[in-house]
T-cell receptor, first 114, second 113 residues
């Protein structure tokens, strides 16, 4: 299947700082990528849909000014958690779909805000 | 509102046994039903997926059974192995691919030797 690479796999940051997470489709082009958040032992919650060359579409309740998404190319989307606080600590996962169908997920990023 | 309902929440199966996880949905516009396997600290990995035009799909030890009239689908893991111990998520979307997947709540499977 297609490969989606997410970096970093884990990050610890101080409260008030910003953190950038990258999501790359390695062997296919993805016009749309998705960002999810997952709390321990819970399901994935869609945060936003990232569209190449245009603004992201955010799900209800997700602060777009806090979670900045940029989809600069067909193979790269970034999520920046701005002014992070301890309650933003979570597991963030991106996904992308190739032309053949099927959604492929990155390996996830464990964010811990201290 | 949970668009896709999944049960059981946890499941313990003996090695060699059959693991069965069930999902149900309401939205008849869904036309793509994938199953994902997730190990701790990792992203979900696509296991197997089905479209509503077939009632069953098998890939190795993994089988999806689909009942369109009942709006239910299930994952069967035959000859379950300790390495299958993971969390399994069913999902549904209105088209194949990554488009707006609605996930079930997950099933934590433990296969005991």
């Amino acid at each position: 299947g297609a490969v989606v690479s997410q970096h970093p796999s884990w990050v610890i940051c101080k409260s008030g700082t910003s953190v950038k997470i990258e999501c790359r489709s390695l062997d296919f082009q993805a016009t749309t990528m998705f960002w999810y958040r997952q709390f321990p032992k819970q399901s994935l919650m869609l945060m936003a849909t990232s569209n190449e060359g245009s603004k992201a579409t955010y799900e209800q309740g997700v602060e777009k000014d806090k979670f900045l998404i940029n989809h600069a190319s067909l193979t790269l989307s970034t999520l920046t958690v701005t002014s992070a606080h301890p309650e933003d600590s979570s597991f963030y996962i991106c996904s992308a779909g190739d032309r053949a169908g099927g959604a492929f997920f990155g390996q996830g990023t464990r964010l811990t805000v201290v | 509102q949970q668009q896709v309902k999944q049960s059981p929440q946890s499941l313990i199966v003996q090695k060699g046994g059959i693991s069965i996880i069930n999902c149900a949905y309401e939205n008849t516009a869904f036309d793509y039903f994938p199953w994902y396997q997730q190990f701790p600290g990792k992203g979900p990995a696509l296991l197997i997926a089905i479209r509503p035009d077939v009632s069953e799909k098998k890939e190795g030890r993994f089988t999806i059974s689909f009942n369109k009239s009942a709006k239910q689908f299930s994952l069967h893991i035959m000859d379950s192995q300790p390495g299958d111990s993971a969390t399994y998520f069913c999902a549904a979307s209105m088209s194949a691919g990554a488009n707006n997947l609605f996930f079930g709540t997950g099933t934590r499977l433990t296969v005991i030797p």
